[in-house]
């Protein structure tokens, strides 16, 4: 089992930065990929960034490119989502999420979530 609570979330005027961080605790932490994901009010959950195990390969969803940097620690089972020039359409739910593939992006392809960290973009 891997249990993930992530943080950072909160209110920002648009073109402002967040830092989300997602701890780990439970197995090895660098035998997981991890992903971050988000959800807004009425919308379906979807793939923001990925970073693989070890190797640092990262992958991102169009919408965010240029603007989010997802990292990892492995001595801290630390991931982070560095989140840059936020915009209104940006206000969601961010969820933190591991998964033993390499670098997955769909959501069937993670075997654990966390509770979620609300992000809120004014315009």
């Known amino acids: 089992q891997v249990q993930l609570v992530e943080s950072g979330g909160g209110l920002v005027q648009a073109g402002g930065s967040l830092r989300l961080s997602c701890a780990a605790s439970g197995r090895t932490f660098s035998s997981y990929a991890m992903g971050w994901f988000r959800q807004a009010p009425g919308k379906e959950r979807e793939f923001v960034a990925v970073?693989?195990?070890?190797?640092?390969?990262?992958a991102y969803a169009d919408s965010v490119k240029g603007r989010f940097t997802i990292s990892r620690d492995n001595a801290k089972n630390t991931v982070y989502l560095q989140m840059n020039s936020l915009r209104s359409e940006d206000t969601a739910v961010y969820y933190c999420?591991?998964?033993?593939?390499?670098?997955?992006?769909?959501?069937?392809?993670?075997?654990?979530w966390g509770q979620g960290t609300q992000v809120t973009v004014s315009s």
């Open positions: 999420a591991a998964s033993s593939r390499v670098v997955p992006t769909l959501k069937r392809e993670y075997d654990y």
């Open positions: 970073i693989s195990r070890t190797v640092n390969i990262k």
